[in-house]
């Protein structure tokens, strides 16, 4: 994986004269690139690249050039395609010639051969530009199911892009200003974002499945949406799609575990990092390799930890499981609460916004760990959005709830804000119009019954919405660590297919994912493919609830802090007295009052680090 960046313009003048601000762009990416960095400007264009090596370490480095027909195509690019071998013989047999075997010269020898349509051909998670000189013109993608980030801001003649928001900040162009709009969203749909949302004023994010097409001389920006989830009628009983599931998720994993550096999984002992690393350590096993895993936990937590509707039970016996299940050596990561303060700051440059409090914090620290051991890493996101995981998808008081059914806390939310804040806008009709906007343009066929159409509606706005806060949080956290995170749940295949597939089949003996724990009966021990479902691990020391209190009282003490311009003091008071459950969290399942309150750490150091400049 990489960083990428660039400006294009009208006036070649003014793009030579902005080298200052591409080398702070570059500088932004360091972490997501640590490995090379290039940068080509010529004429009316600057792209700019940080690489992570992994594949074809030496003949991988961008930008990448090419003359093909008339044409100059410059690349720059993050991401993996994972059906490279079949696109690098289809464009062979068009005459192509390769230097290397980097999925990166393919991805330039496919645009230079089918143009735009060529997004229709790869299966990987990407985020891409290609520069045609003597056209004038700039193409960016974003894979479908928006894994890779890609932002960008147009100025008067200009458009400017990056891997992350701190890189298109890093341009002067685009100062750090948030208006009524932007801070709504943080503050009452935050960590989420609003699809194609920067937050910042003017700062877009290409939406996945969408590419665009800037032309210099008219400074013109075509959007177009390439892939969407559509709904149509399942043709499949229910053995047939048991069947295509497992064979589209053997698949992806086995796709996925192509690399020239170390690879590992994530194994938490739950059902969707337990499959993937059984796989993998079987084809690991096959080659005479040996695969390792990695779980992270808490100082205490066995002390501490009580069972919740939605964390059951601890991870630990499970892990024990599969570790005598496989063949793998496993690395077991245990965090004290004094790693996890510091590091809800440096989550929040690596998110650019505040984000799930320490849900991210233990991320990055996590993944700190692991980079030692490997390059490149396999994770379980998506597997709940996609096959129903969620206690909203079976629960049926929060499945027909109106409104985003893990964030129901919008009056609790507008609770901790100053009058006029948000500049007269209605906190409840602000997310309900997010909330509609995304009801209206879901795929539904006419014909289904109340509860497929609403199964329909909940896959969309976990696609949507929830899943792209998760994979953001999975992209900044590891990427920020020099650790590429791959996620085969996410393979578009398997979302085209599930996402017409009747709730009956996801539901299969009333047990969350049920349809995918029957397509891979004989892949793990019963008893972790029938565990019930516990989200990603978080710590229950008392202590962590004592530290972030501590750091907040320090925030409440300082007149200059900036939350305290719109946030009301004596509501953050109200939530330190409060004590550690909160019946309501914050956002998703994890967030009760310890992570609120390190939300409001992250929302202060987000606005005092960045200098928010609100408008």
């Known amino acids: 994986m990489c960083g990428i960046a660039g400006q294009i313009g009208r006036n070649p003048r003014a793009i030579q004269g902005n080298y200052a601000a591409y080398c702070a762009m570059q500088r932004t990416m360091a972490r997501r690139g640590p490995d090379q960095r290039g940068m080509y400007i010529s004429g009316r264009a600057a792209l700019i690249h940080a690489r992570l090596a992994v594949v074809d370490l030496e003949n991988g480095c961008q930008p990448m050039q090419l003359d093909w027909q008339g044409e100059s195509y410059t690349l720059v690019y993050n991401g993996e395609l994972y059906n490279t071998p079949e696109l690098r013989a289809a464009l062979e047999n068009r005459g192509h010639r390769f230097i290397g075997h980097s999925d990166t010269e393919v991805l330039l020898h496919a645009y230079a051969e089918w143009g735009a349509s060529c997004v229709d051909r790869f299966n990987g998670i990407f985020a891409f530009a290609v520069w045609e000189a003597h056209g004038g013109k700039l193409f960016l993608a974003r894979d479908r199911c928006g894994v890779k980030p890609l932002f960008y801001a147009k100025t008067r ?47 877009h994010e290409l939406l996945p499945g969408q590419y665009g097409i800037y032309e210099a001389d008219s400074g013109h920006l075509l959007l177009h949406r390439y892939w969407q989830l559509v709904d149509h009628e399942h043709p499949d009983d229910f053995t047939a799609t048991a069947h295509k599931v497992r064979d589209l998720l053997m698949d992806a994993i086995q796709r996925q575990l192509v690399s020239d550096v170390p690879v590992a999984t994530f ?153 006029g804040v948000l500049d007269g806008i209605d906190p409840e009709g602000f997310v309900d119009a997010q909330y509609q906007k995304t009801l209206a343009e879901t795929s539904v066929r006419p014909g289904l019954s109340p509860l497929e159409q609403r199964m329909r509606q909940m896959m969309s706005l976990n696609f949507h919405w929830f899943m792209q806060t998760l994979l953001d949080r999975k992209d900044r956290m590891s990427m920020y660590s020099g650790l590429e995170v791959r996620v085969p749940f996410c393979d578009y295949r398997i979302a085209e297919y599930l996402y017409s597939v009747p709730w009956e089949f996801k539901d299969y003996q009333g047990k969350e994912k049920g349809l995918l724990r029957e397509a891979m009966t004989g892949v793990l021990p019963p008893e972790v493919l029938w565990r019930k479902k516990s989200p990603y691990p ?46 309501v969290p914050w956002y998703g399942q994890l967030m009760t009052t310890p992570q609120t309150i390190a939300w409001f750490l992250q929302l202060n150091y987000w606005l005092q680090t960045y200098q928010v400049e609100l408008v």
């Not at 509707?309 to 245990?334: C, S, V, Y």
């Not at 320090?554 to 459950?581: F, H, Q, T």
Request: proline share 8%; with cysteine; net charge negative.
């Open 267 to 419: 194994l938490s002992g739950g059902l969707d990092s337990s499959l993937i690393s059984a796989v993998a350590d079987a084809q690991f096993t096959a080659q005479g390799k040996t695969l390792h895993t990695f779980s992270v936990g808490y100082k205490d937590n066995k002390r501490y930890f009580h069972e919740t509707k939605f964390q059951p039970g601890p991870d630990a016996p499970f892990i024990r499981m599969m570790n005598d299940f496989l063949h793998a050596e496993h690395h077991w990561i245990t965090l004290d609460t004094p790693e996890l303060v510091p590091a809800l700051y440096a989550a929040v440059e690596a998110r650019d916004l505040p984000g799930m409090a320490d849900v991210d914090a233990s991320l990055l620290a996590f993944c700190r760990y692991i980079k030692p051991h490997a390059t490149v890493a396999l994770s379980g996101e998506c597997a709940d959005e996609i096959f129903g995981g969620y206690p909203w998808y079976r629960d049926p008081t929060i499945r027909e709830k109106y409104g985003f059914p893990w964030a129901q806390s919008t009056a609790y939310r507008a609770s901790f804000l100053k009058p």
């Open 157 to 203: 003649d200009s458009l400017i892009f990056g891997s992350e928001i701190k890189t298109v900040l890093a341009h002067p162009a685009v100062p750090p200003r948030v208006d009524a709009n932007g801070l709504a969203e943080v503050l009452l749909l935050g960590p989420g974002r609003i699809p194609g949302s920067g937050v910042f004023q003017n700062v």
């Open 538 to 583: 978080k710590t229950w020391n008392p202590g962590y609830l004592a530290a972030v209190s501590a750091e907040l009282t320090k925030v409440l003490e300082d007149p200059a802090a900036p939350l305290l311009r719109i946030i009301r003091a004596e509501a953050l008071e109200k939530l330190l007295a409060s004590g550690a459950d909160n019946p």
